[in-house]
């Protein structure tokens, strides 16, 4: 069973995420948006990192943007100041250690 420890954008596989998306649509309200909140935040941060993957290797904010079914303006607004950043300084995802 999810619990709000459990809850957590440290990520161990597929099945935490599969359980993340469960417990998101569930009807236990707190755990829902707990797990919300975690995908939410893991997806801004895998965002952040393609498009600042992305930027290395040459797209235009154009083309970001239309992958990402955004604006132009949008995009680059959000991950101008970081998309030029190396991979490195990206949090890396961790594995949680169960105790």
């Known amino acids: 069973m999810l619990t709000l420890a459990k809850l957590s954008t440290n990520v161990d596989n597929m099945s935490d995420m599969n359980e993340l998306a469960v417990a998101a649509g569930g009807t236990d309200v707190r755990?829902?948006?707990?797990?919300?909140?975690?995908?939410?935040?893991?997806?801004?941060?895998?965002?952040?990192?393609?498009?600042?993957?992305?930027?290395?290797?040459?797209?235009?904010?154009?083309?970001?943007?239309?992958?990402?079914?955004?604006?132009?303006?949008?995009?680059h607004q959000k991950h101008a100041a970081h998309a030029a950043e190396p991979a490195e300084s990206f949090p890396k995802l961790r594995r949680r250690k169960d105790v």
Not at 37 to 48: C, D, G, Q, T, V
């Open 31 to 75: 755990t829902g948006l707990r797990a919300a909140l975690a995908l939410r935040r893991l997806a801004e941060r895998l965002e952040a990192l393609q498009v600042s993957n992305a930027r290395r290797q040459g797209w235009s904010w154009q083309e970001i943007a239309e992958a990402l079914e955004v604006s132009k303006q949008a995009v």
